[in-house]
């Protein structure tokens, strides 16, 4: 594996659009169980809100020392507003739209008990046309300024018209990174690159039954979908990337695992700054599987900076 490129990684400029999330963490204790219902009593002692979704990728974007622009889509209520707030603090440019048909920003809660999850609350609404139109128009904007965009979806909304963004990227000449969700891949048509877990690939192309079986399914869809490279994230399997070149693989970095919450947006974090540095495909993706290796063993959607990669 290359280098760590610092410099490099400093004079990359990435724009990240796709679904925008507020992660908060309520934290305590607990000692007893209820009198109501047989349910944990927690008694919070710390509260915590992070960035979610694609925020989360601009937000390790960040911590590589790359410049990064953010689009999406967040309501006009406190979540929103806290968002705005965390985005400006981690050096993220804003570039968010509020909707005004009534979206509430997609919230996720979580209670813990001494370190342990206890309870999830979700709070979501898809954006509104105006919002998603809003989205496309600050997107082609924008794309000049940048070298490389990353499509962060969750399936929220706010790709809603995804293939117009891939297409407007393409139209500009610049590269686009694309987290993908669901079954509907022909979405993503025209994309660079496209980054599924193991989970999502089974959605996409069935299940196989060998290495060589899989190779042969993902080197399909590489190509109908007009794709320059195919990689999948394999949890504890390691990263298979495909190029018309062939396969290359490798291997998980040992690491305890303590939360693989947002480990994804690290990994593709990592592998967009690593190909505005000017890497090749397989660095990148080696640098990427170092930076996952290494998120999961912190607690929650977290980041991993550039000293901590290149240590």
């Known amino acids: 594996m290359t280098s760590f490129p610092l410099s490099a990684a400093r004079a990359a400029r990435i724009l990240v659009a796709g679904d925008i999330m507020l992660d908060r963490y309520w934290f305590g204790e607990v000692d007893r169980i209820s009198p109501e219902a047989p349910v944990p009593v927690v008694r919070v002692a710390r509260r915590e809100d992070r960035l979610g979704g ?77 919002a998603l139109q809003a989205l496309e128009a600050g997107l082609r904007a924008r794309l000049a300024d940048y070298d490389l965009l990353v499509l962060s979806d969750y399936a929220k909304g706010a790709l809603g018209q995804v ?12 590269p686009v990174l694309v987290d993908p969700k669901g079954h509907r891949y022909k979405r993503y048509v025209g994309a660079t690159l496209v980054t599924p877990n193991r989970s999502e690939m089974q959605d ?39 190029t018309e070149a062939g396969r290359q693989h490798v291997d998980a970095q040992a690491h ?26 397989y660095d990148a993706m080696a640098w990427a599987n170092r930076a996952g290796g290494i998120v999961v063993g912190k607690l929650g959607t977290s980041i991993v900076t550039a000293e901590e990669l290149s240590s």
């Open 54 to 130: 694609a925020a989360n990728v601009a937000r390790n974007i960040a911590a590589l020392g790359a410049r990064v622009g953010l689009l999406g889509i967040i309501g006009a209520d406190e979540a929103g507003a806290r968002v705005r707030t965390l985005i400006r603090e981690a050096g993220i440019q804003d570039g968010l739209v509020e909707d005004a048909d009534g979206m509430d920003t997609t919230l996720k809660m979580r209670v813990l008990g001494r370190q342990q999850q206890l309870l999830r609350v979700d709070f979501e609404q898809g954006p509104g046309p105006r």
């Open 204 to 242: 996409a192309v069935g299940r196989w039954d060998s290495e060589g079986d899989l190779t042969d399914r993902a080197q399909a869809l590489r190509r109908e979908l007009a794709l320059e490279a195919l990689l999948i994230t394999r949890s504890e399997q390691g990263m298979t990337l495909y």
């Open 163 to 174: 293939e117009t963004l891939i297409r407007a990227a393409r139209d500009a000449g610049v």
């Open 256 to 281: 305890e695992v303590f939360d693989v919450s947002g480990a994804g947006d690290t990994v593709l974090a990592t592998l967009a700054v690593m190909r505005a540095a000017g890497l090749g495909w």
